[in-house]
């Protein structure tokens, strides 16, 4: 059974979200302000019962969820779903910047943000299990570890740009589609207006870059391609 913990201020709607998600097989616990959602991370990457995913709402008292983000890298490796309002795109693009791996706005259907939680959790654990063998390259990633190097270099990526590395090395050279990537690594359809598969590969290009100085080439109406 899947483990995750939820930040948001508004204990009406944790309370409705809790609820239903554990109606669905999820356990899931509730905290209401940035500075509890960090201790409870670092109280859990000391014991057994880690979590499998971290729900966090962007605007929240003591520590605002953006600032939880940045200090995350040094908790906690948890993959993270943003709960963002509505129309605010600049929060959602420094979220998915910050390292966050999807997002879902608020007003919430509970129905949608159980799917977003099941495709990440599906995801990570099945990027974990698969040992498909890769293309020789100057990356070696470690698919039992999830572990990233270039060139000897330990390169820290998300979970997110790891599985986006595996896909992108898998059809090294070939380019990929927008489409086929968001379908297949984000697990959900692409949106006309949807800029998280950009900014994955804006941030995993610039983490790149002082080893290639276009490690990911863009194709115009096409997607990317890998060139390392």
Avoid at 128 to 148: F, I, K, M, W, Y
Avoid at 163 to 190: C, F, I, M
Wanted: charged share 25%; glycine share 6%.
């Amino acid at each position: 059974m899947a483990n995750i913990l939820l930040g948001d201020d508004d204990e009406e709607l944790t309370q409705l979200l809790q609820e239903y998600l554990q109606n669905h097989g999820i356990e899931c616990d509730c905290v209401h302000d940035g500075e509890a959602v960090i201790q409870k991370l670092k109280a859990a990457s000391h014991n057994a019962s880690a979590y499998d995913l971290l729900v966090l709402d962007i605007m929240m008292p003591k520590i605002d969820g953006l600032s939880v983000l940045r200090q995350l890298p040094n908790i906690s490796d948890i993959p993270v779903i943003m709960l963002t309002a509505k129309g605010e795109e600049i929060d959602r693009i420094i979220g998915l910047e910050l390292g966050a791996d999807d997002y879902i706005t608020k007003p919430c259907n509970p129905r949608e943000l159980l799917a977003r939680i099941n495709a990440v959790i599906k995801r990570t654990n099945a990027a974990a299990s698969e040992h498909t063998p890769l293309p020789e390259s100057r990356l070696h990633l470690d698919q039992n570890q999830r572990v990233c190097q270039i060139d000897g270099v330990a390169l820290q990526v998300t979970g997110t740009e790891f599985d986006l590395l595996v896909a992108l090395l898998k059809q090294k050279g070939e380019v990929v589609s927008k489409t086929w990537l968001s379908e297949h690594v984000l697990q959900r359809e692409l949106q006309p207006f949807d800029r998280s598969l950009d900014v994955h590969v804006s941030r995993l290009r610039k983490k790149l870059q002082p080893f290639h100085d276009e490690p990911i080439k863009a194709v115009r109406g096409k997607g990317y391609q890998l060139v390392l």
